[in-house]
């Protein structure tokens, strides 16, 4: 805790922070500038110049699977009681992310993608201004259009006012506008809801990009035009040769072969059309990764970027679906907000990016953006749960003597992330501020030593545990037990294999036997329903 651990090392008497938690939604481990890719991310870059970079941080394969291990430091099966869904809520004995810190005495507030409750309900009672936060814009849906989301609220009422009446309008752009407003309203307060001024924030900045649909500005897209044409085969030749001179993967693991469900760039049908996905893809990157900038700048230009604990993440590894046509759900609209019908699907020759179109950028680019992993989202190997983990805190690096730029292996997963930032800010954890007595106890291990620069200090987890989708994980230590569901089970030594080219079950047999006696005893009290 901050009490004990942070007043010892580093000094009494500091005010606590504010905390900013950033996350991304299905984007790959290599896909930021900053950790080997070619989209431009200079806001990030900075922050990961200025910061430190963990190369052994943990999701879960899906979005709401993470977004509620984030959100409680537990395991999503426990998290979510209703099995297989978001849409039941979090569990009535787990005590939020926003929760603990309003109890050290935080101003809470989240702009972005809620996926955790009814999206039908915009203030049903595990929405998020129930859940710990005092303001929230954003939507309760997993997706949505970047022009006209749905299930767009502010503060529980329905806000699809804005794109209806704003033709310009942008998601991306408006989380952020709202995420500044929460900021300035921090320090100046707010008519339409006072919060306590003078009280640190902690604002849940959680973007749509870039998650399907390829949604994005012209001149953005435009930007990237030509930057792909030499296909994903060189594209992830070109990030595994910049990860490994940058530090960020060993040397000696082999790149993963190309997916069976991908061909050879040259083979590639469609190019134009193909080319055309991935820039949009990077233009919605790009433009996160601008809108990422404007809150750096209010944080500069108001003084408090120094005592600012800012993280970076995503959610999974990048997505491989494929857009089918007559694919439905409620978060695609039947026409535009002019009234055009949609054109919806991986239709090849349909420019994605407009706001009639609705894609994805499917097999061949998604293996690009995990590289140099193998798999996707939905799937427990490296490249469906491995994700960039960026921490800047000048204030407390300058402390402890950390240096600038620095990249840790320490290994941790998003059931950290709760008790991290409780540590930095000086919360007591749940189990001992709930006055029912009756909170869920927390999974997660605070890796805060390590932003204080000692990672020895991390007390280690025993094991951690994966199972949703088309996967099922344990690792522990350097050792990783993971199957695709109704296959064998596969082992790896991930210090020496990280990508998961050699497959050791067959040659040490006892120690999946053993590995998978500790998954099965974690699933019977993690993926039932807890009472």
């Given at each position: 805790?901050f009490?004990?651990f942070?007043?010892?090392?580093?000094?009494?008497?500091?005010?606590?922070?504010?905390?900013?938690?950033?996350?991304?939604?299905?984007?790959?481990?290599?896909?930021l500038?900053?950790?080997?890719?070619?989209?431009?991310?200079?806001?990030?870059?900075?922050?990961a110049?200025?910061?430190?970079?963990?190369?052994?941080?943990?999701?879960n394969?899906?979005?709401?699977?993470?977004?509620a291990?984030?959100?409680?430091?537990?395991y999503?099966g426990?998290?979510?009681?209703?099995k297989?869904?978001?849409d039941?809520?979090?569990?009535?004995?787990?005590?939020?992310?926003?929760?603990?810190?309003?109890?050290?005495g935080?101003?809470?507030?989240?702009?972005?993608?809620?996926?955790?409750?009814?999206?039908?309900?915009?203030?049903?009672?595990?929405?998020?201004?129930?859940?710990?936060?005092?303001?929230?814009?954003?939507?309760?849906h997993g997706a949505?259009?970047?022009?006209?989301?749905?299930s767009?609220?502010l503060?529980?009422?329905?806000?699809?006012e804005?794109f209806?009446s704003?033709?310009?309008?942008?998601y991306?752009?408006?989380?952020?506008?709202?995420?500044?407003?929460?900021?300035?309203?921090?320090?100046?307060?707010?008519n339409?809801?006072?919060?306590?001024?003078g009280?640190?924030?902690?604002l849940?900045l959680?973007?749509?990009?870039?998650h399907?649909?390829?949604?994005?500005?012209?001149?953005?897209?435009?930007h990237?035009?030509?930057?792909?044409a030499?296909?994903?085969?060189?594209l992830r030749?070109?990030?595994?040769?910049?990860?490994?001179?940058?530090?960020?993967?060993?040397?000696?693991?082999?790149?993963?072969p190309?997916?069976?469900?991908?061909p050879?760039?040259?083979?590639?049908?469609?190019?134009?059309?193909?080319?055309?996905?991935?820039?949009v893809?990077?233009?919605?990157?790009?433009?996160m990764?601008?809108?990422i900038?404007?809150v750096?700048?209010?944080?500069?230009?108001?003084?408090?970027f120094e005592?600012?604990?800012?993280?970076?993440?995503?959610?999974?590894?990048?997505?491989?679906?494929?857009?089918?046509?007559?694919?439905k759900?409620?978060?695609?609209?039947?026409?535009?907000?002019?009234?055009?019908?949609?054109?919806?699907?991986?239709?090849?020759?349909?420019?994605?990016?407009?706001e009639?179109?609705?894609q994805s950028?499917?097999?061949?680019?998604?293996?690009?953006?995990?590289?140099?992993f193998r798999l996707?989202?939905?799937?427990?190997?490296?490249?469906?749960?491995?994700?960039?983990?960026?921490?800047s805190?000048?204030q407390?690096?300058?402390?402890?003597?950390?240096?600038?730029g620095?990249?840790?292996?320490?290994?941790?997963?998003?059931?950290?992330?709760l008790?991290?930032?409780?540590?930095?800010?000086?919360?007591?954890?749940?189990?001992?501020?709930r006055?029912?007595?009756k909170?869920l106890?927390?999974?997660?291990r605070?890796?805060f030593?390590?932003?204080?620069?000692?990672s020895?200090?991390?007390n280690?987890?025993?094991?951690?545990?994966w199972?949703?989708?088309k996967?099922?994980?344990?690792?522990?230590?350097?050792?990783?037990?993971?199957?695709?569901?109704g296959?064998?089970?596969?082992?790896?030594?991930?210090?020496?294999?990280?990508?998961?080219?050699n497959?050791?079950?067959?040659?040490?047999?006892?120690?999946?036997?053993?590995?998978e006696?500790?998954?099965?005893?974690w699933?019977?009290s993690?993926?039932?329903?807890?009472?």
């Amino acid at each position: 805790m901050f009490g004990t651990f942070c007043d010892a090392a580093e000094g009494k008497g500091e005010a606590p922070p504010n905390i900013l938690l950033i996350i991304a939604d299905d984007m790959g481990y290599s896909d930021l500038s900053c950790y080997g890719g070619e989209i431009e991310t200079p806001y990030l870059d900075s922050l990961a110049a200025g910061g430190l970079r963990f190369t052994n941080f943990y999701v879960n394969n899906m979005c709401w699977p993470t977004r509620a291990s984030l959100m409680t430091s537990l395991y999503p099966g426990v998290a979510l009681p209703v099995k297989g869904s978001a849409d039941g809520g979090l569990h009535p004995r787990a005590t939020t992310l926003p929760q603990t810190l309003k109890s050290a005495g935080y101003n809470t507030y989240m702009s972005g993608k809620w996926h955790l409750s009814d999206p039908n309900e915009l203030d049903g009672s595990n929405a998020p201004q129930h859940k710990g936060f005092d303001r929230f814009y954003g939507t309760i849906h997993g997706a949505g259009s970047f022009y006209a989301p749905t299930s767009l609220s502010l503060d529980g009422k329905d806000a699809s006012e804005e794109f209806l009446s704003d033709p310009d309008y942008y998601y991306t752009d408006a989380l952020t506008d709202h995420a500044l407003d929460f900021i300035q309203q921090n320090s100046a307060g707010s008519n339409s809801k006072p919060v306590a001024q003078g009280k640190p924030f902690f604002l849940y900045l959680s973007y749509t990009a870039a998650h399907w649909p390829l949604h994005a500005r012209p001149a953005d897209i435009a930007h990237y035009k030509g930057r792909f044409a030499k296909g994903w085969d060189q594209l992830r030749e070109q990030r595994h040769a910049r990860m490994k001179k940058m530090g960020l993967v060993d040397p000696a693991w082999k790149l993963s072969p190309r997916h069976p469900d991908v061909p050879a760039w040259e083979d590639a049908q469609h190019k134009d059309w193909q080319q055309r996905r991935m820039e949009v893809y990077a233009a919605q990157i790009t433009s996160m990764d601008r809108n990422i900038g404007r809150v750096l700048d209010q944080l500069k230009k108001s003084g408090q970027f120094e005592n600012t604990l800012i993280v970076y993440m995503q959610d999974n590894g990048a997505c491989h679906v494929e857009y089918g046509v007559n694919r439905k759900g409620a978060y695609l609209p039947i026409k535009t907000r002019d009234g055009r019908l949609m054109r919806p699907g991986n239709i090849p020759g349909l420019m994605p990016g407009p706001e009639d179109t609705y894609q994805s950028y499917g097999y061949g680019w998604a293996n690009a953006s995990n590289t140099p992993f193998r798999l996707f989202k939905q799937h427990d190997h490296e490249g469906g749960t491995r994700s960039p983990l960026i921490v800047s805190w000048p204030q407390q690096f300058s402390r402890s003597g950390l240096k600038a730029g620095s990249i840790t292996d320490a290994l941790c997963h998003a059931i950290d992330i709760l008790p991290t930032l409780a540590d930095a800010a000086g919360a007591e954890l749940p189990e001992k501020t709930r006055q029912d007595n009756k909170s869920l106890v927390l999974k997660g291990r605070s890796v805060f030593p390590a932003l204080a620069n000692r990672s020895d200090k991390i007390n280690p987890h025993e094991a951690l545990y994966w199972s949703h989708a088309k996967g099922a994980a344990i690792r522990r230590g350097d050792y990783k037990l993971v199957r695709v569901k109704g296959k064998p089970w596969e082992l790896y030594n991930l210090k020496k294999d990280g990508t998961e080219l050699n497959d050791l079950s067959a040659s040490m047999p006892d120690l999946v036997v053993e590995l998978e006696a500790l998954f099965r005893s974690w699933a019977k009290s993690n993926l039932g329903d807890l009472k």
